[in-house]
């Protein structure tokens, strides 16, 4: 069983759609977290969710809005796609926000950006 | 602001060799340190440290952190072609997780 998983993999799309991608945990975990994964494989942090609620939202254009509609659940949605937001976006999830529990990735999401 | 800074950014290695990559960081609220291996997908967890000086091992993979000098080491002994990757540090401050650029590892056979 996928404990971390993402929907689509791979998503083409041409600049100004608005497009979703989805993510969903059976680990059991409280937190999730969606991360943007550049050209230069930089890995950086764009927002977690605590049993639903936002926790952490660092400067990220108001295009991408992220919704949790359960603890097993989060989702990323963005608009008026422009060509930089082409990069891989990784769904991770851990038990708790203590610090001191393993983040488990999902696969990732390959968005172009045309 | 926090910074966590991986040396060297990529090296390549013959089977067999011992390769030693290095993570520094300085960041607020340290809680811990995670090193993960990144093929063509996703990362996957390899150590998480939270002590100083306590090694962690796993096979021919270690590693461990040094909280006074704010730096952690990885070692790969006895490299096979299957240990070519992207190795990652990340701290866990504030509950998430800063990443370094990465060592991209390269084992020739």
């Known amino acids: 069983d996928t404990a971390v998983s993402q929907t689509p993999k791979y998503l083409v799309t041409q600049m100004g759609n608005d497009k979703s991608i989805k993510c969903e945990q059976n680990?059991?975990?409280?937190?999730m977290y969606w991360y943007k994964q550049d050209s230069k494989k930089f890995l950086k942090i764009m927002f977690s969710?605590?049993?639903?609620?936002?926790?952490i939202n660092e400067t990220v254009p108001n295009r991408f809005s992220p919704k949790s509609p359960d603890k097993a659940h989060l989702n990323l949605h963005i608009n008026s796609l422009e060509l930089g937001d082409s990069a891989v976006y990784f769904c991770?999830?851990?038990?708790?926000?203590?610090?001191?529990?393993?983040?488990?990735f999902g696969p990732g999401t390959r968005l172009t950006v045309l | 602001e926090d910074k966590v800074v991986q040396s060297p950014l990529s090296l390549v290695v013959h089977e067999g060799d011992t390769v030693t990559l290095n993570c520094s960081y300085e960041?607020?609220?340290?809680?811990?340190l995670l090193w993960y291996k990144q093929e063509k997908k996703a990362p996957t967890f390899l150590f998480m440290l939270?002590?100083?000086?306590i090694e962690k091992k796993s096979g021919r993979l270690s590693s461990i952190l040094d909280k006074k000098e704010l730096f952690s080491i990885l070692n790969i002994t006895a490299t096979q072609t299957g240990d070519s990757a992207v190795y990652l540090c990340?701290?866990?401050?504030?509950?998430?997780?800063?990443f370094g650029a990465g060592t991209q590892v390269v084992v020739t056979p």
């Open positions: 991770a999830s851990r038990a708790g926000t203590s610090g001191t529990d393993t983040q488990y």
């Open positions: 680990l059991g975990h409280d937190t």
């Open positions: 969710y605590n049993n639903k609620e936002l926790i």
């Open positions: 960041v607020t609220n340290f809680r811990s």
């Open positions: 939270t002590s100083s000086g």
């Open positions: 990340a701290v866990d401050s504030w509950g998430k997780l800063q």
